[in-house]
């Protein structure tokens, strides 16, 4: 038989992926909105969204166009010449936030990469040599270049890959006494995400947020809001910065920006981009305009007050009905989290078994996440039906009865 016919299955993937991931237990070959099908035709309801990726679901037809249509006028031109979708969306991104101006990367870590490089290069251009120290946060997550992993709070992943890039200091969480000990006139950038995602679903109290304006100005540093995650929609304001009223200088966005096709920004003032001058910076593949044609559909249908509404109601529903099976079984301390991205953390019995969770909810068809070893995850489509959360939710408390019988 030739290699071209065999059956593609999950044993592949140890004889020829790098092992940085495990072997996948399904291989969905199909998607329509929240539901997903497998290689044996299993039907499951998507809660991961692709770790909130897919904003808007699987295959929207809205999606389907933008890239269709862009497919058969043109794929790629470089940043030598510049493409109509991508000067469109960084227009629309503009005209929506507070930001100026737009660069594209591809990943969240390359939008951070470009953000942590910006924050040194606005630092070397306005101030004297000592002005170079980022602060971030424990359990924070940027992203897997050095860079940005080196920024991110979890010290097991850089072990191995040092020497690490100087200047990062990490301080707890939520804790502005200790930013404030940290803080000095050598801070060129504060980092943080407004809710740390793969650090467990951690909301940013409001008045922490305030507080790290207010010390960012009073030390001219930079506030660097990593919205890769909780961007687009995913709290149910547009980005999660608006929900906490607090302005950041520099933002990042990618996850659900393409709803599944790769694209990120960054976004910032004017003033402040200037320091990324011609040539200083860039990307091939950046703002290409297959996937910003994706991305400005994502943004033309996720930015309207009745789809933003549309996920606190579904947030609504979705918490009472974990709250109702964590009480239940005994399962869940808490649900956390804003609009449709959501953490249920595991009471003292169940610690550390996040992934039996998924794993017993894949069995029951229920596509879902952990966030660490005691957070189960969920980031669902953000127009996920009334129908698909409850048929989810049935298949969980499923799922969690098989473990806890
Ligand atoms: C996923 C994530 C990243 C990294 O994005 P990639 O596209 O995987 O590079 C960075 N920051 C946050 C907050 C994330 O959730």
Known sequence: MSTESAPVTPALFDQ????????????????????????????????????????????????VKALETQAERIWHLSNVLG???????????????????????????????AAFKL???????HFPANKREIIAFDNAFHGRTLFTVSVGGQPGK?????????????VPF??????????????????????????????ADKSFLQGLRTLCDRHQALLVFDEVQTGMGRTGNLYA???????????????????GFPVAAMLTTSHI???LGTGTHGSTYGGNALATAVAEAVLDIVNDPALLQGVVERHRRLTDGLNEIGQRHGVFTQVRGQGLLLGCVLSAPWQGRGRDFMQAALKEGLLMLVAGPDVLRLAPSLIIPDVLIDEGLARLDRAVATLTD
């Not at 850089?158 to 990062?168: D, M, R, V």
Request: charged fraction near 20%; aromatic fraction near 8%; proline fraction near 8%.
């Open 83 to 113: 493409n109509e979708p991508a000067l469109r969306l960084a227009k629309k991104l503009c005209e929506t936030t507070f930001a100026e101006k737009v660069y594209f990367a591809n990943s969240g870590a390359e939008a951070n990469e």
């Open 158 to 170: 850089t072990k191995g890959f040092e020497p690490l890039p100087p200047a990062i200091t990490h």
């Open 119 to 125: 924050a040194r290069k606005y630092a070397a251009d």
């Open 174 to 203: 939520n804790d502005l006494a200790a930013v404030e000990r940290a803080i000095s006139d050598d801070t060129c950038a504060v980092v943080v995400e407004p809710i740390q995602g793969e650090g467990g679903i951690v909301p």
């Open 16 to 63: 020829y992926m790098v092992p940085t991931y495990s072997a996948p237990p399904i291989i969905p070959v199909r998607g329509e909105g929240s539901r997903v099908w497998d290689q044996e035709g299993r039907d499951y309801v998507d809660f991961a969204g692709g770790i909130a990726v897919t904003a808007l679901g699987h295959c929207h037809p809205a999606l």
């Open 273 to 275: 981009a200037a320091s």
């Open 241 to 259: 910065y608006m929900g906490y009223g607090v302005t950041p200088d520099i933002l990042t966005s990618a996850k659900g920006l393409g709803g």
